[in-house]
């Protein structure tokens, strides 16, 4: 759409806003409004009478419902009912002469949220106030007037979910903590089938093929979810539901234009073809200049591309064979054309990424079954730290069915069967040695049932067992609630739930070079990550001589072979001179002084063996102790045992509270890629002792001293330093042929057990017709888990603040087509442990959007959205961009 076009469609509609009827102000509408269900009379409506777009007069209905409005012009009004608490009733055509015109209006009240239908929380429709779990829905008028670029903006301040924004298109969204970078914690589901990729089971929301047009609401299911979904339902559930062909015909046409050159064009079609067929396609193009980090990695090789690029689509097709059953087919297509996406070993340039996926689902009655195949493809994707490729052309297959069926009035049943099966197609690259024997299958059943214990209590249970191919016994998955409803508008549930993750193809295959040692120059050691084998991984600890019996590998510059040697730093001493000789030098060491020590060799009674840990965030080394080094055990799937308490109540209409309590306790949680192999350096003490006394042979005491304090650091390195590393000369590997020659190990492991707790409170107001004022507010009782607590080699954190809130005040007017909110989100400061580590610091960001839908432009929208309106620059997630403010407007008609 054209500039100059946009200027005349604005003009145009100016003039007519403007315009006013030129007749005498003589006639009246007057009429009695009331409710559609009983007829009874509806007080305190505002009954509004417009001609294109603009108010002619209004009035307020008394007790009787009766209304009357005067001073009218002759001519066709609009005639527009609002009140709250009921759905806004509008009458076309209504003919005003010289006299009094008469127009009654009927009315219905709106459905209480509480009365809202889901089906994400039992995998069947249901009341919210009936669920047993805490849901959350955001409707298709809300994900209309908010311009945005995925789905994540429409989530962000929900209770319990926690969005870490690292750029325009990028997000990781986890539900009460535990994020990570590359996450797919919360399980997230478009129309029942999975949206994450398949074998590297990571929510990429940009990789969705399904654009905001199509949405026709998204449900939102906080706790564990396993019992009905199987594994990896842990932490939540996210539902994005499309709108059926048959009840939302028509073409849809938005333009969506901001800040940092953001330009997003979208069109859906759907119509019928009869009572039985029915179609709908849908596209949407994006392109934007991301936000850069506040500095760049040093241990990137190439500057990053941050030109966004990304596009997609869906096609689908509905029957109806009867009228209780219906049959879909559906094909989506996205492909990210540029992209920058965190990983957990570090980002990775996206170029031309496609995520296809295939389904077909049918339903009759209460019997539900489906098959769908998603597929990945990474086209020319690569790691900034390595270059590495990183291909993918993965597949996954899943079949389910479900019925469901009622014995009496009392007790209903649903039971189900899944299946999936994940082929990882990597061409040597992300899963490297493991490339043949990589596939996944995975089987479960369920049974959920509902039991009426009175009008007022339901007792709900569910059962799941499931196989792994990969694991070694089956999961059982309980769950159990009891839903407690003391009036129409209430609900109290107590529930437990049983969880499990089951380990992914990255935790168990995974084999790629991650970076090295040193990060430019000649290269030492390879940084590699690992999955962790069946047989795990274990220190060989029978090297007489080295640090604790340890034994280390050292690299192809120091003559290594792949062998195990002593840990024993003091055998590479002259090695380490020689690679440090030239800098040395530049050091301002006489070069006579360097050949002096370069032909010495101390015993390791003279200089001592120090142990390091790589940084990966910076390049430095830490100090471990032998102690500190455990073996790593073959993967378990995660459990989570979940206790929660809730309450939702909706008071008069006016008043919407919700509040959830919730304790979990996970045991065997997998962790981040952390690096698990040391490295070997030589004791800066000691060298630093030995190099003094050694050196008065050839010169004097203090000029001795001085050389040994400056070449002790260069050579031993300052533990924590990025700048001051040392020469790492060997390094403590696994006794496993996937561990490499000299390569230092980041693998995954289980943590033994983590006990959390939190609360997360919802509430809003309707303080008049139009006003409404929203908070939430979420709390966990840590973030920090140290590894005495835990158990392993590195504190674990919970990657997401311990509190956030947000309160929102809304103005919405309905008979003229106006709405308006203004919002604060507030996010407290968390630390951050994964492969890049770090403290996302505090930060406080004020929202601000307006829409418009003229009455004059029937099915036309016009909305301006401003994220982080203070442009306060801020990091959500370690790795990403610098945020700042984003204003973007969108133009949508639909006829």
């Not at 050691?525 to 999955?531: K, N, Y």
Request: hydrophobic share 40%; with cysteine; charged share 20%.
């Amino acid at each position: 759409m054209s500039a100059s076009l946009l200027r005349r469609l604005f003009i145009v509609l100016g003039m007519t806003l403007l315009a006013a009827p030129a007749a005498a102000q003589s006639a009246s509408i007057t009429g009695r409004v009331t409710a559609a269900a009983d007829g009874r009379p509806i007080a305190g409506a505002r009954v509004e009478a417009s001609v294109s777009g603009r108010t002619a007069g209004s009035a307020a209905t008394d007790d009787s419902g009766q209304f009357r409005i005067v001073n009218l012009a002759e001519g066709t009004y609009a005639l527009s009912a609002a009140r709250i608490g009921y759905q806004l009733q509008r009458i076309e055509g209504v003919q005003v002469g010289t006299g009094i015109a008469t127009a009654d209006v009927t009315m219905s009240p709106i459905p209480s949220i509480l009365e809202q239908v889901v089906t994400t929380a039992s995998r069947a429709p249901e009341k919210i106030l009936d669920a047993p779990a805490s849901v959350s829905v955001v409707t298709e008028k809300e994900i209309a007037e908010r311009p945005s670029i995925t789905v994540t903006d429409h989530i962000a301040t929900l209770p319990g979910i926690d969005v870490a924004r690292g750029g325009l298109m990028q997000a990781n969204v986890v539900a009460r903590g535990f994020n990570n970078i590359f996450s797919g914690a919360l399980l997230t589901l478009t129309d029942n089938r999975f949206a994450y990729v398949p074998s590297l089971r990571v929510n990429i929301p940009y990789l969705i093929p399904t654009n905001n047009e199509d949405i026709e609401r998204i449900e939102v299911v906080l706790g564990p979810g396993a019992a009905l979904y199987g594994p990896n339902a842990a932490g939540g559930v996210l539902h994005l539901i499309t709108k059926s062909p048959f009840t939302s015909q028509a073409t849809t046409l938005t333009v969506d234009g901001g800040e940092r050159d953001v330009f997003r064009g979208a069109v859906r079609r759907a119509g019928a073809i009869g009572e039985r067929f029915g179609y709908k396609l849908s596209y949407d193009s994006f392109r934007g200049n991301d936000w850069r980090p506040a500095q760049r990695d040093p241990a990137e090789q190439v500057e990053r591309d941050f030109r966004l690029r990304r596009q997609g689509g869906e096609a689908r097709v509905d029957f109806r064979p009867t009228r209780a059953s219906e049959i879909t087919l559906n094909y989506g297509r996205a492909v990210a054309g540029n992209a920058v996406e965190p990983t957990g070993l570090g980002p990775a340039q996206v170029r031309d990424w496609v995520f296809s996926t295939y389904q077909l689902r049918a339903r009759t009655g209460r019997l539900f079954a489906q098959a769908f195949v998603n597929t990945s493809d990474a086209g020319s994707t690569f790691l900034l730290r390595t270059l590495q490729p990183i291909v993918d052309k993965s597949t996954q297959f899943v079949a389910q069915a479900q019925h469901g069926f009622d014995l009496g009035l009392r007790q209903s049943f649903i039971y189900g069967l899944d299946y999936q099966h994940t082929v990882p197609k990597t061409g040597g690259s992300i899963n490297g040695r493991n490339e043949n024997d990589d596939d996944i299958r995975e089987v479960g059943g369920y049974l959920h049932s509902i039991t009426r214990l009175g009008p007022k209590f339901d007792l709900v249970s569910a059962a799941r067992l499931d196989n792994h191919s990969r694991l070694e016994k089956n999961v059982f998955s309980p769950r159990v609630a009891l839903v407690f409803k003391p009036t129409e508008s209430q609900n109290l549930r107590a529930t437990f739930n049983r969880a499990f993750s089951t380990a992914s193809t990255n935790n168990l295959f995974l084999d790629l070079l991650a970076g090295r040692i040193p990060a430019t120059g000649t290269q030492l050691f390879g940084v590699r990550a690992l999955g962790v084998p069946a047989s795990g991984f274990t220190f060989k600890r029978e090297c007489a001589g080295g640090l604790s019996s340890l034994c280390m590998r050292i690299p192809p510059p120091f003559g290594g072979t792949g062998s195990q040697i002593p840990a024993n730093a003091a055998l590479l001493y002259r090695a380490a001179v020689a690679v440090a000789a030239p800098s040395l030098i530049a050091r301002g060491i006489p070069p006579n002084l360097v050949t002096y020590m370069g032909g010495l060799q101390p015993t390791s009674a003279q200089v001592a063996t120090q142990l390091r840990i790589l940084n990966t965030a910076n390049g430095s080394f830490v100090d471990v102790a032998p102690t500190d080094l455990r073996d790593v055990a073959p993967i378990l799937p995660t459990t989570n045992s979940t206790f929660e308490l809730g309450y939702r109540a909706d008071i008069a209409k006016r008043v919407r509270f919700s509040f959830d309590y919730w304790h979990d306790q996970k045991r065997n949680f997998v962790g981040p890629l952390i690096v698990e192999t040391p490295n070997v350096f030589m004791d800066r003490a000691t060298l630093q002792a030995y190099l003094t006394t050694q050196l008065q042979a050839v010169t004097d005491p203090a000029t001795a001293a001085a050389v040994a304090a400056n070449v002790a650091p260069a050579l031993a390195g300052i533990s924590g330093s990025s700048t001051v590393t040392g020469v790492p000369l060997g390094v403590v590997n696994f006794d496993h042929p996937l561990s490499g020659a000299s390569d230092v190990i980041v693998t995954y492991r289980n943590f033994g057990k983590l006990t959390v707790w939190g609360t997360d409170v919802g509430a809003e107001w309707l303080i008049a017709d139009r006003f409404s004022l929203a908070g939430t507010m979420s709390h966990v009782n840590k973030d920090f888990f140290p590894r005495s607590e835990i158990g392993g080699v590195q504190d674990i954190s919970l990657n997401a603040p311990r509190s956030k809130a947000s309160i929102t005040g809304r103005f919405n007017d309905d008979p003229r087509g106006l709405s308006a909110e203004l919002r604060f989100r507030r996010v407290a400061s968390f630390p951050v442990y994964s492969f890049i580590n770090g403290t996302i610091e505090r930060y406080q960001l004020l929202d601000a959007g307006l829409s418009l839908r003229p009455a004059i432009l029937k099915g036309g929208l016009w909305a301006l959205n401003a994220t982080n309106l203070l442009n306060k620059k801020h990091t959500e997630f370690v790795g990403g961009g610098e945020i700042g403010r984003l204003v973007m407007t969108r133009m949508q008609v639909s006829f």
